[in-house]
Nanobody, 115 residues
């Protein structure tokens, strides 16, 4: 059974940092695309960043230069280092791992940026 367990969310002041982690279990995810999405209240879920098995990354324009995605294939874990956080980064952040035809989601972790 596949499980994605996220951690690292919380409340942070503007300009602060958080690191999200997502540990996947149930199979070898080395060749899956791993990524993070977020959904703010009243908005659609959007891609934040993803990373392929070889390490190439893709970022939303709104987070490029502030967020860094990385993965540890030996641990089946993906990370999201978030720096210079802004109030508009407030959302539920979801881990995603996918490889056709499979697509798995974590339960989400709340990130709130507020003074």
């Amino acid at each position: 059974q596949v499980q994605l367990v996220e951690s690292g969310g919380g409340l942070v002041q503007p300009g602060g940092s958080l690191r999200l982690s997502c540990a996947a279990s149930g199979r070898d995810f080395s060749f899956y695309v791993m990524g993070w999405y977020r959904q703010a209240p009243g908005k659609q879920r959007e891609l934040v960043a993803n990373i392929i098995s070889g390490g190439s990354t893709n970022y939303a324009a709104s987070v490029r230069g502030r967020f860094t995605i990385s993965r540890d294939n030996a641990k089946n874990t993906v990370y999201l280092q978030m720096n210079s956080l802004k109030p508009e980064d407030t959302a539920v952040y979801y881990c995603n791992v996918r490889k056709i035809p499979y697509n798995y989601w974590g339960q989400g972790t709340q990130v709130t940026v507020s003074s």
